[in-house]
């Protein structure tokens, strides 16, 4: 066994290590930077491997590394509380939009685990109690793909299981994506993903249903019929995938092509809402307005929000800018980007949608990781590293660590292509 192979298995066991103590608590500084360092020198050490060595070690390394999420409760989110919620409030033939969980209409709905009598570091309702459930006193945000895994985790789900089911479906969904990944960019790519922090700690630990999506739009760009749809459920799983559109389009633009895309894309989307929409009418939108105004997305930008265009930007002028280079950077790729390559494309927009909004929340970038495995670019997990450290560091606080590793991260996105192209011209001129 040569020494390459060790060093990269010694640092995935000792990242598998620091996961375990990663999620075993509130989420600390320290050692999520340790967890990334121990990534970034396994996947150093693996560019030296050959596939046929490689390619077992990132599959068990990858398992392996998913399943430290399964070691402990969600360590910095509690959202899959609002999803094992929306889950029950189905079950009982309710529409998940229609009433928010501190209203009484739904008192009959509510269990001791979720609405504790012991009201400590828990969220208040209006009406003296407490749950879990964070922003209870608001409807529900997750779309309609998202409400049907909900309902089927519930339905798959012993009594009294918790959110141990969640976690495990987050696994499976991980581990799911770890294979189509080898499959279609092979070991070396995947590596990204399999042994990428935020996978264990967000998608498995966490639960986020962001990995609905994320494998929705792996499964589209691996196949070339039906990518439309499978992007349209991705969208209505989670809002963040249609950032992946402008790829899938890219370099032929085509009536047919955008009729045969967007066509089914829509219609997946639209034909989701409609049970909903019958059930609740418009009130479906849920808290999405609500959500954007309360995480600062608007014109009075604060926080850790538009970072990086605020060093160089009046923060009012920031928004708006924002937007625009999101366009442009969406029309570039339509434009000129690779149509046999639609992930490069859906990478550069996805990506450009993290450094651009800085988003808080580190789960965000679970479909750029993907993305960048993908595409053979390890680059933008840079994006994915300055959302978790924006996270560890407060989303409501002066950002100023989120604002040196988002601007880090934007840096060298920039510089490394920059740095291949010579390579790329030596190896050229020698062939």
């Not at 000792?14 to 020198?41: C, D, I, K, Q």
């Amino acid at each position: 066994m040569s020494r390459t192979l060790l060093a990269s298995g010694a640092a995935l066991a000792a990242l598998a290590a620091v996961l375990v103590v990663t999620v075993s608590g509130p989420p600390r500084l320290g050692w999520y930077l340790a967890a990334w360092a121990l990534s970034g020198a396994a996947l150093l050490a693996a560019r030296r491997l050959p596939e046929r060595r490689l390619g077992p070690l990132v599959v068990a390394g990858g398992i392996v590394l998913a399943a430290t999420g399964l070691t402990a409760p969600p360590s910095s989110s509690t959202d899959a509380y609002r999803y094992v919620w929306d889950g029950q409030v189905q079950a009982a033939g309710i529409s998940p939009y229609a009433y928010p969980p501190s209203d009484p209409a739904l008192a009959g709905l509510r269990d001791p685990w979720l609405f504790p009598r012991d009201c400590a570091g828990l969220y208040p309702l209006p009406d003296g109690g407490c749950t879990r459930i964070n922003r209870p006193t608001v409807p529900t945000i997750y779309p309609p793909l998202a409400q049907g895994y909900f309902l089927l985790v519930h339905w798959l789900s012993p009594e009294g299981a918790g959110l141990k089911p969640l976690q495990v479906a987050g696994f499976l969904l991980a581990v799911a994506a770890l294979l189509v990944l080898c499959r279609v960019a092979g070991p070396h790519k995947a590596a990204c993903w399999a042994w990428c922090p935020a996978v264990p700690v967000e998608a498995v630990n966490n639960a986020h249903v962001d990995m609905v999506g994320v494998l929705l739009v792996l499964l589209a760009f691996s196949v070339v019929r039906g990518r439309g749809a499978l992007l349209g459920a991705a969208v209505a799983a989670k809002l963040l995938p249609v950032t992946a559109l402008p790829g899938a389009l890219a370099g032929d633009l085509r009536p047919r092509r955008l009729l045969g895309t967007l066509g089914p894309a829509a219609l997946v989307v639209a034909l989701s809402y409609v049970p909903y929409v019958l059930a609740s009418g418009p009130s479906v939108i849920g808290y999405l307005p609500g959500y954007l105004k309360e995480e600062r997305y608007d014109a009075a930008a604060d926080g850790n929000r538009y970072a990086v265009l605020r060093l160089l930007l009046p923060d009012t002028w920031a928004p708006y800018a924002a937007v625009a280079l999101l366009a442009l950077v969406a029309v570039l790729v339509l434009r000129y980007g690779d149509a046999r390559r639609p992930w490069d494309g859906a990478l550069v927009v996805s990506g450009a949608f993290l450094l651009l909004l800085t988003p808080g929340y580190s789960w965000y970038a679970l479909l750029v990781v993907a993305l960048a495995a993908m595409a053979g670019r390890p680059e933008w997990l840079g994006a994915a590293l300055a959302g978790a450290i924006a996270y560890v560091d407060g989303p409501a606080g002066p950002g100023v660590l989120a604002t040196v590793f988002y601007t880090a991260s934007a840096l060298a996105v920039a510089a490394v292509p920059l740095a291949r192209r010579p390579v790329m011209a030596g190896i050229s001129a020698k062939e």
